[in-house]
């Protein structure tokens, strides 16, 4: 069984669904909770990323100092990210179990890939959006983290 599980999260239920996966198949692992938000630096346009790592504190209210700054972090992506951390906590809450909460800024599935090579993850867990019609244009997150990672990969 994996000692660290990093699970990504996003604005969806499924994200939910991905989080509720891991503390029941790995009920004594240490779980990483992972939402990326794109990097809004001044060169994010010509291709360049933040590679910035924030671990938010259980008291979600006093995440204010911890978060990136306002050049890296927009108002609303730190608005939406603290909802996902909030109800993420809340969700850990109801299963009785520890998590760590991290942001990452930049592309989702190189900023998981990252996270879990730097932390040494045993097994990664993400969740798949619904389709759209862009998604036979762009590889899907989960598809993408599975090409780029030696670590196992369980999508929901």
């Given at each position: 069984?994996?000692?660290?599980?990093?699970?990504?999260?996003?604005?969806?239920?499924?994200?939910?669904?991905?989080?509720?996966?891991?503390?029941?198949?790995?009920?004594?692992?240490?779980?990483?909770?992972?939402?990326?938000?794109?990097?809004?630096?001044?060169?994010?346009?010509?291709?360049?990323?933040?590679?910035?790592?924030?671990?938010?504190?259980?008291?979600?209210?006093?995440?204010a100092d911890l978060l990136p700054a306002p050049d890296?972090?927009?108002?609303?992506?730190?608005?939406r990210a603290e909802r996902v951390l909030a109800r993420?906590?809340?969700?850990?809450?109801?299963?009785?179990?520890?998590?760590?909460?991290?942001?990452?800024?930049?592309?989702?599935a190189r900023e998981i890939v990252d996270y879990a090579?730097?932390?040494?993850?045993?097994?990664?867990?993400?969740?798949?959006?619904?389709?759209?019609?862009?998604?036979?244009?762009?590889?899907?997150?989960?598809?993408?983290?599975?090409?780029?990672?030696?670590?196992?990969?369980?999508?929901?």
């Open positions: 069984m994996g000692r660290h599980v990093l699970v990504a999260i996003g604005r969806t239920d499924a994200s939910e669904s991905a989080l509720e996966y891991a503390f029941e198949e790995y009920p004594e692992a240490r779980i990483s909770v992972v939402h990326v938000t794109v990097s809004s630096g001044p060169f994010r346009l010509f291709g360049g990323r933040d590679p910035c790592d924030y671990v938010i504190p259980e008291a979600i209210g006093e995440s890296r972090f927009t108002q609303a992506q730190r608005q993420a906590y809340e969700f850990a809450q109801r299963y009785d179990r520890e998590v760590d909460l991290v942001v990452r800024s930049g592309g989702a090579d730097e932390h040494g993850v045993d097994r990664i867990v993400v969740a798949d959006h619904p389709s759209t019609a862009f998604r036979p244009l762009f590889r899907s997150v989960p598809e993408s983290v599975a090409h780029n990672t030696t670590t196992p990969v369980t999508t929901l």
